[in-house]
């Protein structure tokens, strides 16, 4: 049952706070999204809670970037990206993922994926893959991958944001 009245402006556009604070009611996972950056060797990569798997066949994966993302031109230089999902202990990784500019990888432990780029020590899953396509919608892009290789990495739940935090998710028992 709606607890309010809905909020826009006389003009008919949504306050975009409001929006924000709607949409926080739904809760999302947090995932790294990592390359090697073609131009100078380095690793490279940013967070994102907007993941979702998109077709089973083909496969393919979509998320979110900001268009003031100063670090996606950076992986998206990259043939493969790799999709790290962030476990629910990883809430500092994040963190580190979703800083602008800086060293994003100092103190991180990971490894190689197939493709080359970073997995993430503790990460629940990676997925390598390749971009088909992005679309501008609005302040961001939203970036169509097609998975290449994936596979399971480590134990544990999912970090997840909700109502602007962080948490982890308890599984029925």
């Excluded at 306050?15 to 947090?30: C, E």
């Excluded at 990569?45 to 979110?64: D, I, R, Y």
């Excluded at 990259?78 to 979703?98: G, R």
């Excluded at 970036?143 to 994936?150: M, S």
């Amino acid at each position: 049952m709606p607890t309010g009245q809905p909020h826009h402006s006389p003009n008919g556009h949504l306050d975009s706070r409001r929006f924000r604070q709607v949409l926080g009611r739904f809760a999302t996972g947090i995932v790294a999204i990592t390359a090697v950056d073609p131009l100078n060797g380095q690793p490279c990569g940013l967070a994102a809670n907007s993941f979702t798997s998109v077709s089973l066949n083909p496969p393919l994966v979509a998320f979110c970037v900001a268009h003031t993302s100063t670090s996606w031109p950076r992986v998206r230089g990259s043939k493969v990206i790799t999709v790290n999902v962030l476990a629910e202990d990883q809430q500092a990784v994040c963190a580190q993922m979703a800083a602008k500019g800086g060293d994003k990888f100092a103190g991180l432990a990971w490894t190689g994926s197939p493709g080359g780029n970073p997995v993430l020590e503790g990460t629940l899953a990676w997925l390598d893959c390749a971009v088909e396509n992005e679309h501008l919608a609005g302040d961001h892009m939203i970036v169509v991958a097609r998975v290449l290789q994936l596979d399971t990495h480590a134990d544990g739940g999912p970090l997840v944001f909700f109502r602007g935090g962080y948490g982890g998710f308890v599984e029925p028992s």
